[in-house]
């Protein structure tokens, strides 16, 4: 016997507003990528906008010349290469150098991610990303977009006040030497921990853009292990309590929510996008990027946060 499918409900206009603002999101979208394959960034222009912010991971151990590399062959691609500089893996000033350098003469990169990195302890003269962006090497190397990161469920190692402090410190160099300074979010699965974040650094002054770091389409599985892996904190228990539903779909687990749920708010918290981590591959994340930012997204039902913001 045949189950006639039931039809998704009708869209409110509170419901259209919110799609809109998804797709503004996601026309500003930026990725990542930490590919070993140079020859997959070949399929990119296929799979996103020309321009688009890729950017570059620094997996623990990766030789920098390869995220030079990988730089590079985005610029060929037609994609704006944004790599990822982490201040406590480079040993010295002469490989800061000699890594920006590369960016710039092979990959004519402008705009980066400045990360301190997962070590422990540094294994030169930076010990956090403050200290390398005082060096004032990235603007000497014509790096004048600058990202730092953001913690919306806090910081596994490092205290709340702590990195308010330390962002404090980027602002002020950033805005006394005419850099662009903005932020990338790690990534959070629930988006009232998101906004609440938000609302807070807003409430403290901070004007800079700030990108919404978002677990792009993948397996629960792979979601809870990255999650575990990355420090995320309350919004990852949520995710589990939906797994051993989850899990018998065939399919992926796309951030949908998340974004349902900040996008009416995000030009108000001043949102300049969204970002994905493409956990599930790279494809997978750049083709939500591309349905979301056409509309072709599933609205679906408010969630109980949805009912009890209204």
């Known amino acids: 016997m045949n189950i006639a499918r039931q039809p998704e409900p009708a869209a409110t206009p509170a419901h259209m507003q919110m799609l809109e ?5 996601a026309r500003r979208a930026s990725i990542e990528t930490s ?14 906008p020309q321009g688009t912010d890729v950017y570059v991971a620094c997996l623990p151990g990766s030789p920098y010349h390869h995220i030079v590399s990988v730089a590079k062959r985005l610029r060929r691609a037609g994609m704006n290469p944004v790599p990822h500089i982490a201040a406590r893996q480079l040993a010295d000033r002469t490989v800061a150098m000699a890594y920006l350098a590369g960016l710039r003469d092979e ?3 402008r705009r980066a991610l400045l990360i301190a990195g997962d070590s422990d302890a540094p294994v030169g003269a930076y010990d956090s990303s403050a200290a390398l962006l005082e060096s004032g090497l990235l603007q000497a190397h014509g790096i004048r977009s600058i ?18 402090a330390a962002l404090d410190r980027k602002i002020d160099y950033a805005a006394a030497h005419g850099l662009e300074l903005f932020m990338v979010t790690q990534f959070c699965f629930e988006g009232q921990a998101i906004l609440d974040w938000l609302a807070r650094l807003r409430a403290r002054g901070a004007v800079l ?9 993948a397996s ?62 790279f494809t997978q994340s750049a083709q939500w990027i591309d349905n979301a930012a056409a509309g072709r997204m599933r609205l679906g039902e408010p969630d109980k946060a949805d009912h009890q913001a209204n």
């Not at 590919?35 to 996103?48: F, K, Q």
């Not at 853009?209 to 389409?217: F, I, L, M, Q, W």
């Not at 939906?242 to 779909?249: F, K, M, V």
């Open 220 to 281: 629960i599985r792979t979601l809870i292990n990255y999650g575990m892996r990355c420090g995320i904190g309350n919004s990852i228990r949520a995710l589990g309590s939906q797994a051993i539903s989850l899990t018998r779909l065939i399919g992926q687990h796309g951030p949908e929510a998340v974004v349902r749920r900040i996008a009416p708010r995000a030009a108000e918290l001043k949102v300049a996008g969204l970002h994905l981590f493409s956990f599930g591959g």
């Open 21 to 25: 603002s998804v797709k503004d999101l």
């Open 107 to 109: 990959a004519d990169v």
């Open 35 to 48: 590919t070993r394959n140079l020859v997959e960034i070949d399929a990119y222009p296929s799979l996103l």
């Open 147 to 164: 990202g730092v990161a953001g913690y919306p469920e806090g910081h596994r190692k490092i205290p709340e006040a702590a990195l308010m």
């Open 209 to 217: 853009p700030v990108r919404v770091g978002v677990a792009g389409p």
